[in-house]
């Protein structure tokens, strides 16, 4: 997969924040996908849980802004942006794995507590 390709993943992914636009969230990750966000927190397994999760960022109004290069490797992609929601930011980097078909397979979300403001 082109790098392009990887980059019009992120892209998608950003541009559901904007429109808070379920339907991207679901038309980009598979069936079976799984999203951790935080590492180290409850698993969500599968299109309903995940949706879940989205829907309640969507609520909160969370938006992403990507100031930095993705960055490429095999088939995953990672890149660090700032999430808003209010008053409060976030400053993750998230790894997608990209399965055979396109679709994010895994999403891991790496932050903390020292990168909230």
Same mark, same amino acid.
């Given at each position: &997969?082109?790098?392009?390709?990887?980059?019009?993943?992120?892209?998608?992914?950003?541009?559901?924040? @904007?429109?808070? @636009?379920?339907?991207?969230?679901?038309?980009? /990750?598979?069936?079976?996908?799984?999203?951790?966000?935080?590492?180290?927190?409850?698993?969500?397994?599968?299109?309903?849980?995940?949706?879940?999760?989205?829907?309640?960022? /969507?609520?909160?109004?969370?938006?992403?802004?990507? @100031?930095?290069?993705?960055?490429?490797?095999?088939?995953?992609?990672?890149?660090?942006?700032?999430?808003?929601?209010? #008053?409060?930011?976030?400053?993750?980097?998230?790894? /997608?794995?990209?399965? #055979? @078909?396109?679709?994010?397979?895994? &999403?891991?979300?790496?932050?903390?507590?020292?990168?909230?403001?």
């Amino acid at each position: &997969m082109s790098t392009e390709k990887f980059q019009a993943i992120v892209d998608g992914y950003v541009e559901a924040f @904007d429109k808070a @636009d379920l339907s991207i969230i679901d038309n980009m /990750f598979a069936d079976d996908a799984t999203v951790e966000d935080p590492v180290g927190s409850e698993v969500r397994t599968g299109k309903e849980a995940i949706l879940a999760f989205y829907t309640t960022a /969507f609520e909160y109004g969370a938006k992403l802004k990507c @100031d930095q290069p993705i960055r490429v490797a095999g088939n995953s992609v990672a890149f660090a942006f700032e999430v808003s929601m209010g #008053d409060t930011k976030i400053n993750p980097i998230d790894v /997608f794995e990209i399965n #055979d @078909d396109g679709k994010v397979q895994t &999403m891991r979300a790496y932050w903390g507590p020292e990168n909230m403001g």
